[in-house]
Each structure stands twice: as C-alpha cells, then as structure tokens.
C-alpha cells in the first residue's frame, strides 16, 4: 500500500513564485487514498473526548463530514460570510499569501456550552483560518479538545498560532 504522501500532488510556483501547491485532488480522486487519509485522521481521535466535529469551509467539509460520519458524531460548518441564514458570530482573519483578510461565520446555535470539539480542516499554513474557528468555538462556549490536519505546511510556523491547543498533522512539510 502506498504512503498518504504518494497520494499528494506537488505544484511548484502556485498561486505565486516560491511557492509549492500541495494539491489533494489527487488524493480525493483515489479511492485507498481517500480511505487511507479518513481512516487516518480518524486514528488521530481515538483516545480524544469530543461531542461534535467542525471543518471549514470547503475542504474542512470534504474530510470532517466522513470522519464525523463514522465515529457517530454530529458536524458543524464553518462558512464564508454571508453563506449561513440564520443568525451567526463573525471572525475575520489573514489570508495566507497576501496582506487581505477574510471572514468566516458560525451559526449561533450550533455549539452548545461546554461541548468539546475537534476541528477538522485539509491544511495549516499561518494558522490564522483555524485560529479564527477555535475562537468562534469558544465564544460559544465550546472546548476545541483537537485540531486535526491533513497536511502541514511547518515553513509557514500556523502551528505556533495554535500552541494552546492539541494539533496533529499527518503529513507534514518542511517548507512553505
């Protein structure tokens, strides 16, 4: 069986100069390495107390759902602005390669006080992203009990951002 690395397809030069893309399309279009990148991530919550699992808009989505799917635990979605209809709390953050920020929404209803969550998203470059989702989460009352990664871009120091909490990455890279 191949290593989850072998399922990532390198990108050199994208979005900008300098830069390697670590695509996981490639990952999503195999089906051993999409069960092996679930199965994975979900190894990494085996021991870990929580109540609910939330991902981030988009690819938080594509891997937070199945894995809260076959551990029997409810998912929460964490949107763009404007993308939810009922009433929600805002956080912005920075974008990872330029100097705009961004924000995402959380419904107001959809973490309970004193649930514990995990976090869900397919990468951490900065850290700001998920800084900004664990924030909402605890505004609401929540405990983030684990931050779970697909990749890890280690150049980038996003891990540093969220030294309080509990973080794993299954791939990590050196660079950025």
Same mark, same amino acid.
Not at 39 to 54: A, H, P, Q, R, Y
Not at 99 to 116: F, M, N, P
Not at 120 to 135: E, F, M, P, R, Y
């Given at each position: 069986?191949?290593?989850?690395?072998?399922?990532?397809?390198?990108?050199?030069?994208?979005?900008?100069?300098? !830069?390697?893309?670590?695509? !996981?399309?490639?990952?999503?279009?195999?089906?051993?390495?999409?069960?092996?990148?679930?199965?994975?991530?979900?190894?990494?919550?085996?021991?870990?107390?929580?109540?609910? !699992?939330?991902?981030?808009?988009?690819?938080?989505?594509?891997?937070?759902?199945?894995?809260?799917?076959?551990?029997?635990?409810?998912?929460?979605?964490?949107?763009?602005?404007?993308?939810?209809?009922?009433?929600?709390?805002?956080?912005?953050?920075?974008?990872?390669?330029?100097?705009?920020?961004?924000?995402?929404?959380?419904?107001?209803?959809?973490?309970?006080?004193?649930?514990?969550?995990? !976090?869900?998203?397919?990468?951490?470059?900065?850290?700001?992203?998920?800084?900004?989702?664990?924030?909402?989460?605890?505004?609401?009352?929540?405990?983030?009990?684990?931050?779970?990664?697909?990749?890890?871009?280690?150049?980038?120091?996003?891990?540093?951002?969220?030294?309080?909490?509990?973080?794993?990455?299954?791939?990590?890279?050196?660079?950025?």
């Amino acid at each position: 069986m191949k290593k989850l690395e072998e399922y990532i397809r390198s990108i050199p030069d994208f979005p900008e100069k300098g !830069i390697i893309f670590r695509d !996981i399309t490639t990952i999503l279009q195999d089906a051993e390495g999409l069960k092996l990148a679930i199965d994975s991530m979900i190894e990494t919550l085996k021991d870990v107390d929580f109540d609910v !699992i939330v991902g981030t808009e988009s690819r938080g989505f594509i891997f937070g759902v199945p894995i809260a799917y076959a551990m029997g635990k409810p998912f929460v979605l964490i949107r763009k602005k404007g993308k939810l209809p009922c009433e929600t709390i805002e956080q912005t953050y920075d974008l990872e390669y330029g100097t705009a920020s961004a924000s995402i929404e959380l419904h107001k209803d959809s973490i309970k006080k004193g649930q514990k969550v995990v !976090i869900v998203d397919d990468l951490i470059a900065t850290g700001g992203t998920v800084k900004a989702c664990a924030s909402l989460v605890e505004e609401l009352g929540g405990e983030v009990a684990k931050i779970v990664f697909l990749m890890e871009l280690a150049g980038l120091k996003g891990r540093e951002q969220l030294s309080q909490y509990d973080v794993s990455s299954l791939i990590i890279y050196e660079g950025k």
